[in-house]
């Protein structure tokens, strides 16, 4: 009888203790006159800061703790080569710009002009080695001239037709104009040119380094004169607005909430009343049995909960425990 009596008031304070446990990890609800009170923390939202090209730093304006604002720069890498990569992509980009115009254009009036006086001067040059064979050819047969004459009159007069061909074709090129693949070269050049002088001008852009959001430096990482790597984290932002809490709601309570619901908030330590609206409720526990789920263990779930926080101030911190008040919540047992 004596061990019975002593056996009951440590289960009960044992019974209390786990109680007490639950509710500070914020796994159960406390209920009063409709209204539901959850609680959780201010969600942690970090982004760590880094440059999409290598290079050596050359500035960093802010220091840990500094608040930024959208756009602003908060690092720079030295950018003469950079620069000198972008110089060279822009004359690339001119010489292909001419070469196309040369091909568009066509040939100057005056290169047509001079290969048409050469196949004029080719066709008289034939015509006078045609006059001379026909004149030396009937006195091959009396031997009037020598064997070796007639052979240089024909290979003359052959060599005259042959320039003459030579020049025609040559002046036909030039009025025929640039040819369609030379055309598409030429602009597939230009256009690639083009690609690496905006790839160039891209990484001029990258070299400054600027905050995507209001947010607070937590880490400096990197100092200047260090040379950042692509990827490699220069600072950490912990990210202000929006701001968000994360929060539990037992299985029992979920069907009291409900997305747009609005809701206030406290802090321990501050008499400042905080409101915000429930934007989000995971379609899953976070803490799911292991073995199947009995209605006892169906208890035990929790579902997590986000609440878009509508006017936080420099006193809401992020990890912050908060509390959560629901006043309008959905009556117990629905």
Do not use: C
């Amino acid at each position: 009888m004596t061990n019975r009596r002593k056996i009951i008031p440590i289960a009960i304070i044992s019974l209390l203790g786990l109680a007490v446990a639950g509710w500070a990890l914020g796994l159960f609800s406390a209920k009063n006159d409709g209204q539901l009170t959850l609680y959780g923390n201010v969600d942690i939202r970090e982004v760590d800061m880094a440059f999409r090209i290598s290079g050596r730093i050359a500035t960093i304006p802010v220091e840990e703790g500094d608040t930024v604002k959208p756009g602003q720069v908060i690092a720079t890498l030295e950018t003469a080569p950079v620069q000198d990569r972008v110089a060279a992509a822009s004359a690339a980009v001119g010489q292909a710009q001419a070469t196309l115009a040369k091909a568009e254009n066509g040939n100057r009036p005056q290169d047509i002009a001079q290969a048409r006086a050469r196949a004029e001067a080719a066709k008289v040059a034939r015509d006078y080695a045609v006059k001379d064979y026909n004149r030396r050819e009937p006195l091959v047969a009396s031997g009037t001239i020598s064997r070796a004459a007639w052979d240089q009159t024909v290979a003359n007069r052959r060599e005259a037709e042959a320039r003459l061909v030579e020049a025609s074709k040559a002046l036909e090129l030039l009025e025929a104009g640039t040819r369609p693949e030379d055309l598409a070269a030429a602009r597939a050049q230009l256009a690639n040119a083009q690609a690496q002088q905006q790839s160039a001008r891209t990484d001029l852009g990258d070299t400054k380094l600027v905050a995507p959001a209001d947010g607070t430096i937590l880490t400096r990482a990197m100092e200047p004169g260090a040379i950042a790597q692509p990827g490699q984290a220069v600072m950490i932002i912990a990210m202000n607005r929006p701001m968000r809490v994360r929060a539990y709601v037992g299985e029992p309570d979920l069907g009291r909430v409900s997305p747009g619901m609005k809701v206030t908030l406290k802090t321990d330590g501050s008499e400042r009343t905080y409101h915000g609206t429930i934007g989000f409720i995971s379609a899953r526990a976070e803490f799911t049995p292991k073995s199947v789920e009995t209605e006892d263990l169906r208890t035990d779930l929790v579902y997590r909960l986000r609440i878009v926080v509508s006017d936080p101030d420099d006193r809401l911190r992020q990890g912050q425990p908060v509390t959560v008040i629901v006043p309008d919540a959905g009556p117990a047992g629905n």
